[in-house]
């Protein structure tokens, strides 16, 4: 394979449009354009993109694309894998993989079924500073790691209203920021998480009558005892100059490892807007994650983040939310 020819399944996401531009930073990509079940809002995504617009999937699927970035609310994940696989297409799929572990694990079956890729969007892998804290820890040079304190913290976004919608997100900041960290913390360790407790509420943002948890801490217990804690909550205000962080700090028998991978931004101010902003300059994990999905495809090996890697996170969120509700410890 040599070029690669690629679909947009939903415009839902934020990150949509990030992972287009990554798209379109590869010369050897070429974008067939955009379905959304949600037409108004897919003919919007493709005028503001510059995109073809597709009344429907098949349509677009009937195009025969090599492969498929799938963009949708969380609960339609399944589905749209389906979809791609029929299609013979492989599948570059948003987190979480899905809001449940065994419907995860059925599109990972589905995917090896049908012989086509399935790449879980863990872009934080492709941060320089993640992949040295990884080296260090790999390394031994904090000896036997005891344990971590980690938060992704960020802000409710704005203006998509199905991240509260039970129905379509399967959780709130449960689901959306648990994953990212809980698959880091996976990919530091070694090891698999044994065991999940969850507090979670609904203090933050309650002028939205929010109908999932805004605010929620995770502690994680990992099968070689060491553990973990997460604060995943949207706590982070509409005026903040960034969406919000990445952070761990990694505690061992040799010493103390502090990550803030998105430590690399200037604060701008600017006329007219109201406070700073932080204006991130770093290396672009994004274009990293798509770089390695495109390449893997070309050069016919496996991603670096595998359907697999979306299950365990996806299980591990799935916890949380069954551990918050019955406020009881959930086994893995």
């Known amino acids: 394979m040599t070029s690669l020819r690629v679909a947009l399944l939903s415009s839902a996401h934020v990150h949509a449009a990030g992972w287009l531009a990554g798209l379109r930073q590869r010369a050897e990509v070429t974008v067939l354009g955009v379905a959304d079940e949600d037409r108004a809002r897919g003919r919007s995504f493709a005028a503001a993109q510059g995109l073809t617009w597709f009344d429907s999937y098949a349509a677009l699927l009937a195009e025969a694309p090599d492969a498929v970035v799938i963009n949708s609310e ?37 995917c090896q079924d049908a012989g086509v890729t399935l790449m879980t969007a863990f872009p934080m892998r492709f941060s320089p500073a993640v992949i040295a804290a990884r080296e260090a820890l790999l390394a031994g040079n904090l000896g036997r790691v005891y344990g971590c304190n980690a938060t992704n913290q960020g802000q409710l976004p704005a203006g998509v209203p199905w991240f509260i919608d039970p129905q379509l997100a399967g959780g709130g900041a ?19 998480a044994r065991e999940v407790y969850a507090l ?14 805004t605010g929620a801490v995770v502690l994680l217990d990992f099968e070689d005892g060491s553990f973990a804690s997460i604060d995943c909550s949207w706590s982070r205000p509409p005026q903040y100059p960034t969406w919000g962080n990445v952070k761990l700090e990694i505690v061992g028998e040799g010493g103390l490892l502090t ?20 204006a991130y300059w770093g290396s672009d994990a994004n274009q990293g994650l798509i770089d390695d999905f495109v390449d893997s495809l070309l050069q016919g090996r496996p991603p670096a983040i595998s359907g697999e890697d979306g299950v365990r ?14 406020g009881e410890p959930v086994q893995l």
């Open 74 to 110: 969380n609960t339609r994940h399944a589905a749209l894998v389906d979809r791609a696989a029929d299609a013979g297409a492989h599948i570059f799929c948003e987190k979480p993989l899905a809001t449940t572990a065994d419907e995860a694990r059925r599109m990972v079956a589905r």
């Open 200 to 213: 979670a509420n609904r203090i933050l943002h309650r002028e939205l009558e929010p109908q999932v948890e």
């Open 313 to 326: 996170a996806s299980a591990i969120a799935e916890a949380a939310l069954k551990s918050a509700r019955s």
């Open 259 to 278: 990550l803030d991978a998105f430590r690399q931004a200037s604060t701008v101010y600017r006329r007219g807007t109201p406070g700073a902003q932080l």
């Open 174 to 192: 449960l689901m959306d920021h648990v994953v990212h960290v809980a698959d880091l913390l996976r990919w530091f360790f070694g090891s698999e």
